[in-house]
């Protein structure tokens, strides 16, 4: 293990004013995305769709690092046939790849999940190195109930985590480590906070027990927020500083940096509820806060592109658009009225 690499890469993914696009949907929730605009999810139309995010000029101004998906991370640019991940590092931006196989139905426990994966993790890694990919991610997933979550699927999903983050920093790659409270549901912002505290807290305990290398990490993990479905909807300020609270109770402060999911929030809710954390706790914080957002960086995106080739530049225009503002946000220096005067 090079720690000192580890740590170099960990530091560059949560650097102030960046953040890192999630762009590593597997093939079926591509497929959902794609449905949403009446796009057909072939291997063609979504190397198109990558494509378009990653050739649009600046985009590394505000992201550090892109977490492809194994399809994605073995195809190469339309125009001049760059592989994804040579091309991306030669704009400065870091490669990773999603290597979980996703979370399935979690044995004698109803309604929850464990994220599978680790079997022959070892050596897909070796090849996901040589492919160029300097960070991972594997997402667990706990999902909020009567009766649930147990302290089983906490404690199988957090084992599950701190095994990969091992493997992966064998292989000098860096482990996004993203337990994920889901949003899905009606419970109450207090839920949330107590089962993601729980959670995390576990998440670190498990990491410890297997001898991980926090400075070589990155924290994925949902923000405090109030389910989907609860009638009473916490404001940004709430979801702040119930975040900050929760990651200062159990993060360590070895950690560089958390990068936030978007879980489902609105574009502007996403951007909003970051910037106000480091607006009000920036200064106070041992760990960078940042983004890792899939949908909050996308949606506007698909949306203008609909499969149309006139559209890429105005696919492009929005998605530049979202990385900016969330760049903004890692500072604190974001403000609603933009997205009104941009728009
Ligand atoms: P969302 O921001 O759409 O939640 O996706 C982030 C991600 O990578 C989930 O694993």
Redesign the pocket.
């Known amino acids: 293990m090079n720690k000192e690499q580890l740590r170099n890469t960990a530091n560059a993914m949560v650097q102030k004013g960046k953040g890192i696009l999630?762009a590593?949907e597997s093939n079926p929730t591509c497929g959902k995305r794609f449905d949403g605009i009446g796009v057909e999810s072939t291997e063609m139309n979504r190397n198109t769709y990558r494509d378009l995010l990653f050739t649009t000029t600046g985009m590394e101004e505000f992201i550090s690092g892109v977490?492809l998906f194994d399809e994605t991370l073995r195809q190469s640019t339309i125009s001049d046939n760059a592989p994804f991940p040579q091309y991306l590092s030669g704009k400065g931006i870091i490669p990773g790849i999603?290597v979980d196989k996703g979370a399935k139905e979690l044995a004698a426990h109803s309604g929850e999940k464990v994220t599978e994966g680790l079997d022959n993790l070892r050596e897909r890694l070796r090849e996901y190195y040589q492919l160029g990919a300097r960070f991972a991610?594997w997402?667990a997933v706990i999902t909020l109930g009567d009766g649930i979550p147990t302290q089983a699927c906490i404690h199988v999903n957090a084992h599950a985590l701190a095994r990969y983050a091992g493997l992966c920093q064998e292989a000098d790659i860096v482990p996004i480590v993203?337990p994920?409270v889901l949003m899905d549901g009606n419970h109450s912002i207090e839920t949330c906070h107590e089962v993601s505290q729980m959670t995390f807290t576990k998440v670190f305990e498990e990491l410890d027990k297997q001898s991980i290398y926090l400075e070589g990490i990155v924290l994925?993990p949902n923000m405090i927020v109030s389910g989907m479905e609860c009638s009473d909807q916490a404001g940004i300020e709430e979801v702040a500083d119930r975040t900050v609270e929760c990651l200062k109770a159990t993060v360590p402060t070895d950690v560089p940096g958390c990068a936030?999911?978007?879980?489902?929030?609105s574009n502007e809710k996403?951007t909003a509820h970051l910037n106000m954390m480091n607006t009000k706790h920036g200064d106070n914080l041992p760990w960078n806060l940042t983004?890792?957002?899939?949908?909050?960086?996308?949606a506007s995106a698909l949306k203008a592109w609909s499969g149309e080739t006139e559209n890429i530049q105005d696919a492009q225009d929005a998605f530049y658009q979202r990385a900016k503002f969330n760049g903004m946000a890692t500072t604190g220096t974001y403000s609603e009225e933009l997205e009104t005067e941009m728009a």
Request: glycine share 12%; net charge positive.
């Open positions: 999630a590593d977490i999603k991610k997402r993203e994920e994925k936030f999911l978007s879980g489902g929030q996403a983004f890792s957002y899939g949908r909050a960086l996308q």
